[in-house]
């Protein structure tokens, strides 16, 4: 072996962390295409007595050097954590699904009882989804706490097929007097848009023990917003909640806050860049005061906010003890609206919990005239939602004509 290729391997061993249970191959930055290839990483495996937790992000891993992996697998049956993120770069889309089904039919074959399986940051789109989708159903998965599809292009088609395999995990576990407890749920960046927002929040609503939901830009509106608000309902464990970057409006807003009022373990909202407007503000600001006693960041930046309503969302946190942040950036403020927020904290010391203002989107002299903004705005959304409606029956009733 040339003394160059014998450096490298030294350096990437020494990137492995070996230890409580732990295999790590994170950041070695390997292009993994054959059986050889991976034969370090395959005899690290091997030797690895009560293997629990296996790191193969940072890697690229194709087809043949995943199924001499999964090979090693089939008999780690203490196998818990599957850190499985950023595995495919620069693969082809059609090599992600088998790769993924030899590993989950490793898993399964293993006889393992899953805790964390994280696939982030693989673009595998649908496809992707169904190839492991058969191990989410199986008794592999009846176990998982933590599940972590961020950035995974799974598209509206890709969240019905893991919100069928999610409720049909939960279905037959549940059978099995061991119900799945899935406690984190993070699919981000994912175009989920409101057919997979809702198909997902069904499957919500059924397991009923999620704790940290992370869904932010996934494209999804207020009546996608409005189904997984109702499913929320379902989970009362819920701390975390983080639609950041969707769309709300005051209807989806106002229905979270719905929701918000039978959470009392929330401890972060980020509701930030959704569109939530004044009215959706005042009520989240209302469901926050009457409740929410363990809340320490409450994220509304970039809402479309007005200085009214903003106004009641800081009086609504200024006494939760355990408040570390409160963001209102980016919204329509005036400079009036910035200096009686700043009051308000400073009044109860508390200077250090308000973020920046610095991107706020009004100065006082805009505040009258756009004071009827938002309703403006509504009228001529319904206007143009009857307008489209009209056109429709227009159209069809041309269309039925030439009977």
Known sequence: MASEDISQLADSLAKTQVGGGELSFKGWGKKLNTAEAAAEIIKQIEEFEGLQALRLEGNTIGVEAAQAIAKCLANKKDLENCHWSDMFTGRLRSEIPPALISLGDAVKNAGAQLKLLDLSDNAFGPDGVSSFETLLKSQACYSLRELRLNNCGMGTGGGKILAAALSECHSKSRALGRPLALKVFIAGRNRLENEGAIALADAFKSIG?????????????????????????????????????????????????????????????????????????????????????????????????????????????????????????????????????????????????????????????????????????????????????????????????GF
């Open 209 to 401: 023990t999620l704790e940290e939901v992370h869904m932010p830009q996934n494209g999804i509106n207020h009546e996608g917003i409005t189904a997984l608000a109702k499913a929320f309902t379902d989970n009362r464990r819920l701390r975390v909640i983080n639609l950041n970057d969707n769309t709300f409006s005051e209807e989806g807003a106002i229905a979270m806050a719905e929701t918000l009022r039978t959470l009392q373990n929330i401890e972060y909202i980020n509701f930030g860049d959704c569109l939530v407007r004044s009215k959706g503000a005042q009520a989240i600001a209302e469901a926050v005061e009457s409740g929410l006693c363990k809340l320490k960041e409450l994220n509304l930046s970039f809402g479309e906010i007005k200085k009214d309503a903003a106004i009641a969302v800081a009086e609504a946190v200024k006494h939760k003890s355990l408040l570390e942040k409160i963001d209102l950036n980016g919204n329509c403020l005036g400079e009036e609206g910035r200096v009686h927020l700043r009051k308000i904290f400073d009044g109860q010391n508390k200077s250090d919990a308000l973020g920046t203002l610095s991107d706020d989107e009004s100065d006082d002299e805009d505040d009258e005239e756009n004071e009827d903004e938002e309703d403006i705005d509504d009228d001529e959304e319904e206007v143009e939602e009857e307008e489209e409606e009209e056109g429709w029956l227009d159209k069809s009733l041309g269309d039925l004509s």
